[in-house]
T-cell receptor, first 112, second 110 residues
């Protein structure tokens, strides 16, 4: 069964450093998403991406965040200058023509 | 502020019994509703989606939707220890954004 994959599984970085989280969505999906989950809290929407552009973003997704689909398979989330409060699990999700969204295993980001 | 509310639990159910999980949502215009299962330290796994009023069954799982009451529920029949997890209710509030509840922790006791 096709699934969303994410790398790395765990990323440790120093405050102020840039990080890039990578995702490979399910191959025939056209809609891509990033969510995050701070430990013990809700899953929160960050951004959705369709047809090579952002279709919706939350208040969390400020100028420090960006997304890109650099080729036909990868979907990335960049955080330019990480803050302590960016520490969380980051989930990539993808969806096809239904409304359903399928999540990857996540990247645990730890900012020191 | 669009909200999805769930009882945090824990909900303890004996093995073999029916587990009933409930959720309410605030946005009356919502059209798509989902239940995800999340094991500790893992990602959300889609179990059920429901779009119209009534019941939808898939194996041991039944999702129920009542748009007039803004209420979604999930029934798990013949509960198994492997069903012990956090169950997330999720509502699609716009063209792309899903809003999640905080989840209900379910524990199946042998």
């Amino acid at each position: 069964e096709p699934e969303v994959t994410q790398t790395p599984s765990h990323q440790v970085t120093q405050m102020g450093q840039e990080v890039i989280l990578r995702c490979v969505p399910i191959s025939n999906h056209l809609y891509f998403y990033w969510y995050r989950q701070i430990l013990g809290q809700k899953v929160e929407f960050l951004v959705s991406f369709y047809n090579n552009e952002i279709s919706e973003k939350s208040e969390i997704f400020d100028d420090q965040f960006s997304v890109e689909r650099p080729d036909g398979s990868n979907f990335t989330l960049k955080i330019r200058s990480t803050k302590l409060e960016d520490s969380a699990m980051y989930f990539c999700a993808s969806g096809g023509n239904t409304n359903e969204q399928f999540f990857g295993p996540g990247t645990r980001l730890t900012v020191l | 502020q669009k909200e999805v509310e769930q009882n945090s639990g824990p909900l303890s159910v004996p093995e073999g019994a029916i587990a009933s999980l409930n959720c309410t949502y605030s946005d009356r215009g919502s059209q798509s509703f989902f239940w995800y299962r999340q094991y500790s330290g893992k990602s959300p796994e889609l179990i059920m989606s429901i779009y119209s009023n009534g019941d939808k069954e898939d194996g041991r799982f039944t999702a129920q939707l009542n748009k007039a009451s803004q209420y979604v529920s999930l029934l798990i029949r013949d509960s198994q220890p492997s069903d012990s997890a956090t169950y997330l209710c999720a509502v699609r509030s716009s063209a792309s954004k899903i809003i999640f509840g905080s989840g209900t922790r379910l524990s199946i006791r042998p």
